[in-house]
């Protein structure tokens, strides 16, 4: 790790801000899904240990700076209590002297959540203000919010600059070395599999890690860019015309490392599964849509995984959520999962894809920042993991 840990600072009877990523589903004011929390805990029960009065502050949803009641994080504090088996304190505010008495009132081993962060406008803003309130409640900061780490806001890199010790938590530090790895000393060979309706969103992964991957494997919406810049017919598929020409381009330079879909399963439209069909080349006729990879290329696909040395995974092959469109995506997320490689897996749609064919737990790691992954993947800068204390 290029920055410091929780494991480089001493925290004993310190107040210590942890930026986390309590960004959690919530259904009837409960949380509905508590895979961040429990991503987080790490770190947060490694504070406890060492005597350390822990203030977590998080976002959650997009309130737009203003209160939002629907998307409190109060329902986190009940779960966050069940988790650590403990009290966990939650104060209605961010930063102001309530705040700050919440802060002081906390013994070593205690834990204080904070207000949605976002319910101030000066969270996105990057607000100085809005910083040295947050600045205020601690002695130390942690930053283990990987899915923010692209974006600069004041929870993350505004109270970095202001806060001294500034390093990152457990979790961050776990999602940097896995990405790392992919960029810098991957074993061989690495494969991307990608995925997801659009080539706009990872064209630049693509674009930087062209010379560094060793198989590229395309499938989902994306692929149908790829294949009309080819020259071949996609029916009423999604293409994204104005990337036809990066399209082109990119598969020029590609080569035969770039591999895109063979034969289709299609549709009259995605909300027709009764309309499904395979076809058996590469083109889609008109009137159609595709919907999945078909079983040649789930065969090449599949077949590519075996003997990897690193896989990493962004985006379904289909529309997977639909049982008839399932196939490619399934067959897929197994055949990675069983390779044996290192594999790393990123985005929304990835994960509850892999979560829905039961490959979650033999995946090694899965990010909780998908557009932060992107963003890494792409070469650029993460601002708020930039600003941490370098060792």
């Not at 299609?266 to 078909?294: F, H």
Request: glycine share 10%; net charge negative; charged share 25%.
């Amino acid at each position: 790790m290029k920055v410091k840990t929780i494991d480089d600072v001493d925290v004993a009877g310190k107040r210590v801000l942890v930026r986390a990523d309590l960004n959690v589903p919530l259904k009837g004011g409960q949380v509905a899904d508590d895979t961040r929390v429990v991503a987080t805990l790490p770190t947060i029960r490694e504070l406890i240990g060492r005597d350390a009065r822990v203030i977590l502050c998080s976002h959650l949803g997009r309130p737009k700076g203003k209160v939002k009641a629907e998307l409190s994080l109060r329902p986190v504090a009940a779960v966050l209590s069940e988790k650590l088996g403990r009290d966990v304190a939650f104060v209605e505010t961010c930063v102001g002297p309530e705040a700050e008495e919440a802060a002081k009132k906390l013994s070593d081993g205690d834990v204080l959540l904070l207000e949605n962060t976002r319910f101030w406008p000066g969270e996105e803003a990057n607000d100085a203000a809005f910083a040295r309130g947050l600045a205020a409640l601690a002695d130390v900061f942690v930053d283990d919010a990987f899915g923010t780490a692209h974006r600069k806001h004041a929870s993350n890199y505004g109270v970095a600059e202001l806060v001294k010790p500034a390093v990152a938590g457990y979790l961050l530090a776990k999602e940097v070395q896995y990405f790392d790895r992919l960029m810098e000393r991957p074993p061989r060979p690495l494969i991307f599999v990608l995925g997801g309706a659009k080539l706009s969103t990872k064209l630049a992964v693509v674009t930087n890690m062209l010379e560094k991957v060793d198989h590229f494997l395309i499938g989902g919406g994306m692929a149908y860019t790829f294949l009309k810049a080819q020259g071949h017919n996609v029916g009423s598929s999604p293409v994204e015309d104005d990337f036809l020409a990066d399209a082109k381009k990119v598969l020029d330079r590609a080569g035969g490392k770039l591999e895109l879909p063979g034969d289709h399963v299609i549709a009259k439209a995605l909300d027709d599964p009764a309309s499904a069909r395979a076809v058996d080349c590469a083109s889609i006729p008109e009137g159609y849509v595709g919907a999945d990879i078909g079983s040649e290329t789930i065969q090449r696909f599949t077949a590519a995984t075996v003997g990897a040395g690193a896989i990493f995974w962004n985006g379904p092959m289909g529309v997977f959520e639909v049982p008839a469109f399932a196939d490619g995506t399934e067959a897929v997320a197994r055949a990675i999962a069983e390779s044996g490689a290192v594999t790393v897996a990123g985005g929304g749609e990835t994960v509850q894809a892999a979560r829905q064919f039961g490959v979650a737990e033999r995946l090694s790691h899965i990010s909780t920042g998908g557009g932060a992954s992107l963003k890494y993947l792409e070469g650029k800068p993460l601002a708020a993991i930039d600003v941490l204390d370098r060792k």
